[in-house]
């Protein structure tokens, strides 16, 4: 059996606020959670995320992209946890470097199919978009039977953003309070059929050049191409 999206997973969710925590939930059983989330830039350094849950249990923190041209910008980032036989009910907090003061993104997803986080060594390119650029980024799968997705910060308001033509947004957030602007979106074509590369996020150009964007792929426990094989000894 592949990779499947279960719906067991809060809505997208972003405040102006150096903390942002999702609605309860209880993910499947034997699955695996992936968060792509996004923090402002916080005026000191390079910003770092921070992903817990009021369970206490363990995130493993995978990939991230915080410069833009050698400067420090808002931080792009992929975490993930896998849970086990009996999941409870549990919320997601997204933390920013303290004092962040740029605001957060968070999006939440629940797989069945998926390779523990421990296997999880999919495509994960990451874009510094350039000022005129747009908020997208080129995935090309490793495997058949993939789910491919990015996530974006920004450290510039007013953008209004819009899905591009092969994607599906997860979130668009528009911090006038704060001049920041996060991000996330999927492939509209859902799991990989081919190789072949997939750009994913949004058409709308960047104002100045201080966008960053994480990507991931995430992997099938078992690849497409051998569900259903069998050897024949």
Request: a negative charge; hydrophobic letters at 45%; proline letters at 3%.
């Amino acid at each position: 059996m592949g990779i499947v999206d279960t719906g067991n997973a809060p809505a997208a969710t972003a405040a102006s606020a150096d903390t942002v925590t999702s609605a309860s939930f209880t993910p499947s059983a034997s699955s695996l959670l992936v968060a792509l989330v996004a923090c402002g830039q916080n005026g000191t350094g390079a910003e770092v995320c921070t992903v817990s849950d009021s369970l206490t249990s363990a995130w493993t923190f995978l990939y991230r992209l915080n410069v833009n041209g050698g400067t420090d910008y808002g931080s792009a980032e992929v975490w993930m946890q896998d849970i086990g036989l009996a999941p409870a009910a549990r919320t997601v907090t997204l933390a920013g470097t303290a004092p962040n003061g740029e605001g957060v993104g968070l999006v939440v997803k629940n797989f069945t199919g998926a390779a523990l986080t421990a296997n999880q060594n999919g495509a994960h390119p990451n874009l510094a978009v350039g000022a005129g650029g747009a908020a997208q980024i080129s995935i090309t799968p490793t495997v058949i039977g993939s789910w491919l997705g990015m996530v974006l910060s920004y450290s510039g308001a007013g953008l209004t953003l819009a899905a591009n033509a092969t994607s599906t947004a997860l979130l668009a957030f528009d911090d006038t309070t704060l001049g920041e602007t996060y991000g996330a979106a999927t492939s509209s074509a859902g799991l990989t059929t081919s190789l072949t590369a997939v750009s994913v996020g949004f058409s709308t150009t960047l104002a100045v050049a201080q966008g960053t964007i994480q990507a991931i792929e995430v992997v099938p426990a078992v690849p497409a191409a051998q569900v259903g094989y069998w050897s024949g000894s």
